[in-house]
Structure formats: structure tokens, C-alpha cells
């Protein structure tokens, strides 16, 4: 498939000539004609390798690249009763390379399956009474490759309390999705020419609450229950029998998943802010997991500050996981997916933020250039690199 790559500079020039006209606005005015507030352009590289690939059941390469691309646009206004209504428009698209994905053929080297494209452009309206403290907000989304569909909705409610320093945000979102059912080449039928479909479906609940302790530490905490039916396995995954048979993945058809966090950050002067962050999840497939994550952004000039980075990670590994070879017949429900399987990770990195006066390149409303690094490592011996760029233009 055409490769696309739209960066973010290039998208920059587009927004030149408006950043040069817009006068800048420091009298508070609240505007009551749609404004452009903000703008993100954020381009990444992700690349990783390894040799577990559920694809040929727990063995095999498992690189990948991935090329991901996405503008962000935030509109204000407000309306005479003084509502603040903001638009958030954002679209993405992707480009990967998968050396596993290209072996559901066996015999084929650079199938239609090594590659393929991902859009995903959603859309949020937050209508906020300022006065009271109280936000409501609605949302849509899509993403779509060959053999994945999915449309998302979402509807949130927040209030902040009398003094201001504490928050309450409740959200509700679904996602209801359509796979094609692209099996193994050896496993189809002989002479099937397309492919069947299923349906997923993803009901999610988040209840959230922030609270300014004092002037130097804030901390929010965050529940979710997420609960999936429908066709919960990929269809293109192999598994190994001992008898050496082969066959589809199959899990179950529901999985009730419980994440709880929360997250802190304490700052240290003008110049050191300390975030911490601990979750714990667990789900009905008997996955447990722990993670923990610290960054601390330093600010070394009034332009330029560094935000090292490292998330440590631990799971338990699903029931239904075992290795290449290991499952028999008596199993119910089988996978060699080495994402389910019991592992440690890390992953630590370097942001640099620049906000230059005079803006990026001298273009003054363009103020944020960040650039991320991160490494990514597994004991089960995959590991990944992204990088990333963020222009921000307010």
C-alpha cells in the first residue's frame, strides 16, 4: 500500500501566514466568535523487534515499524450567557510494517499483510458553565484499517467543588467494532475467496476525582471498569498443539477488565515538578498487573527544560497463555501471544521541551517544540524505540 508521511513541519507552513495575522491578546477578552486556541501537530517513529510472534504461535520475528502522524485543533468560544463551548477536532493516521503479520501466508515473502494504513479522526464538544464549576462533554470517533473497523462515542460529565480545588469527572464510553476474519493461509477452507466478519464490542466507565492538597501537591484518583464481548481473539494467530497439530487462537467471548490509579505531582519551586503515578489492574482472564511511573520536568533556562522518564511494569499472565507447543486438546481456550504471557518491563527516556520567546523558527504563536525518546524492554526479550515531535501553536 502507498506510503503516506505527512510531518509536522510541513503542516506548520500551512498555519504561517494565519500566525503572523492574529494579533496577540493579553486584555482577557472572551471571544464570542469561534477562535482557534490551539493547534498540535505530533509526528512519531516506533520500531521493535523480538521473537515470539503470535502470528506463527509463540516463535518468529516480531518486528514491526510504525510512522504515526496527528493534528489536534481546539476551538473557543464563548456564548452570551458566558458558556464556554470548545471544539476539539483531531485526525491520525498511521503507517506499519509487520514482518509477523506477514506470515498468516507461510510462503510468502512481503504479503498484502507486511503493511497497511490506519485513519483515526474523532471529534469532542466540552460545553462548560464556568460560573459553576461544571463541564459537559460529548464525543465521536472512527478508526479504520483492511481488516479493522471501529466507531467510538463517549459522553462525560465534571464539577469542580465550591472552593475550586477539588474536581469530579465521570465519563461513559463504547466502541463498537467489526474484524474480518483473516485466518492462517493453511487453516481456510479450500476455495473460500473473502472473508467472514465479527463484531466486538467495548463498554467503558471512568469516576475520577483531583484535589489540590496544597500550593505544591496535587493528586487525582481514577477508577475504570471496562467490560468486552463479542469475538475477543485475533483470528490470524496460531497455535501449537503438542501433538504438533495447528490452530486458531481462541479465548472467550466476554473479559471484564478493572484498572484503578493514581497519580500525584508535587513541585519543587518554580523550576522541579515531581510526577508519580501507580496502577494496579486485574481482569477476569486472572490477568494481574502493576504500574509504576515517574517523571520529574526540570526547567534549565526560562526557554528550555528536560523531563527524564522510566515506568516500570509487571504482570501476571492470563490463564489461557501458554508456549509454542504446550497446549493440548483438554484446553478450552488457548493462545501463545506473548503479550498475555507473565513478564517484566521498563521503559525510560528523555523529553526536551523548547519555548522559545520569539516562538519556533520565529513564528510566534508557534511557542512548543517538545521532542520524547523513550526505550522500551520485556523479559521476554522484545524491545522497542519511538521518538516523537510535538509543535504546539496557541
Known amino acids: 500500500m502507498k506510503r503516506i508521511f505527512i510531518t509536522g513541519f510541513a503542516l506548520l ?3 504561517q501566514t494565519r500566525a503572523q495575522n492574529v494579533p ?3 486584555t482577557g477578552y472572551k471571544s464570542k466568535k469561534l477562535k482557534l486556541e490551539e493547534v498540535n501537530l505530533v509526528s512519531s517513529y516506533y520500531k521493535q523487534d523480538g521473537n515470539n510472534s503470535a502470528v506463527t504461535g509463540g516463535i518468529g520475528s516480531e518486528h514491526l515499524t510504525d510512522i504515526a502522524n496527528t493534528i489536534d485543533v481546539t476551538l473557543v468560544k464563548y456564548g452570551e450567557t458566558g458558556i464556554k463551548h470548545t471544539l476539539d477536532i483531531e485526525a491520525g493516521i498511521d503507517h506499519y510494517t509487520s514482518a509477523s503479520s506477514d506470515m498468516i501466508d507461510l510462503s510468502a515473502n512481503s504479503s498484502a499483510s507486511s503493511s497497511d494504513n490506519r485513519f483515526y479522526p474523532s471529534l469532542t464538544y466540552l460545553r462548560e458553565n464556568e460560573e459553576k464549576g ?3 462533554g460529548i464525543g465521536i470517533s472512527s478508526s479504520t484499517e483492511f481488516d479493522y ?3 467510538g462515542g463517549n459522553i462525560s460529565f465534571s464539577q469542580k467543588t465550591k472552593d475550586r480545588n ?3 469527572t465521570a465519563k461513559f464510553q463504547t466502541f463498537i467494532d467489526q474484524l474480518k476474519l483473516i485466518m492462517p493461509v493453511e487453516l481456510r477452507p479450500p476455495g473460500q475467496e473473502g472473508y467472514d466478519s465479527a463484531n466486538r464490542n467495548t463498554f467503558a466507565g471512568t469516576l475520577s476525582y483531583s484535589q489540590v492538597i496544597n500550593k505544591d501537591l496535587q493528586v487525582i484518583l481514577v477508577g475504570d471498569v471496562i467490560s468486552q464481548n463479542g469475538y475477543l481473539s485475533l483470528p490470524f494467530h496460531r497455535v501449537y498443539f503438542q501433538d504438533g497439530s495447528v490452530h486458531q487462537e481462541k479465548m472467550p467471548d466476554t473479559r471484564l477488565k478493572i484498572p484503578l490509579g493514581i497519580r500525584a505531582s508535587y513541585f519543587m519551586g518554580d523550576n522541579v515538578i515531581i510526577r508519580a503515578y501507580y496502577r494496579y489492574y486485574t481482569d477476569d482472564w486472572s490477568l494481574k498487573a502493576h504500574t509504576a511511573d515517574l517523571e520529574i520536568p526540570v526547567k534549565l533556562t526560562q526557554a528550555f527544560s528536560l523531563s527524564p522518564f522510566y515506568r516500570y511494569y509487571t504482570q501476571s499472565g492470563t490463564k489461557y497463555f501458554k508456549p509454542y507447543g504446550e497446549h493440548t486438546a483438554a484446553d478450552e481456550y488457548y493462545t501463545s501471544n506473548y503479550d498475555l504471557s507473565k513478564f517484566d518491563s521498563s521503559f525510560f527516556g528523555m523529553g526536551m521541551k523548547f519555548t522559545p520567546l520569539n516562538g519556533i523558527f ?5 511557542n512548543t517544540l517538545e521532542i520524547r525518546y523513550g526505550h522500551y524492554t520485556r523479559t521476554t526479550n522484545m524491545t522497542s524505540d519511538i521518538i516523537s515531535i510535538n ?3 496557541k
Do not use: N
Not at 520565529?362 to 508557534?366: F, N, P, S, T
Open 13 to 15: 507552513a500551512l498555519f
Open 24 to 26: 496577540a491578546d493579553s
Open 134 to 136: 461544571r463541564t459537559l
Open 149 to 151: 473497523q471501529s466507531f
Open 166 to 168: 477539588g474536581e469530579f
Open 362 to 366: 520565529g513564528l510566534k504563536h508557534w
Open 391 to 393: 509543535i504546539k501553536y
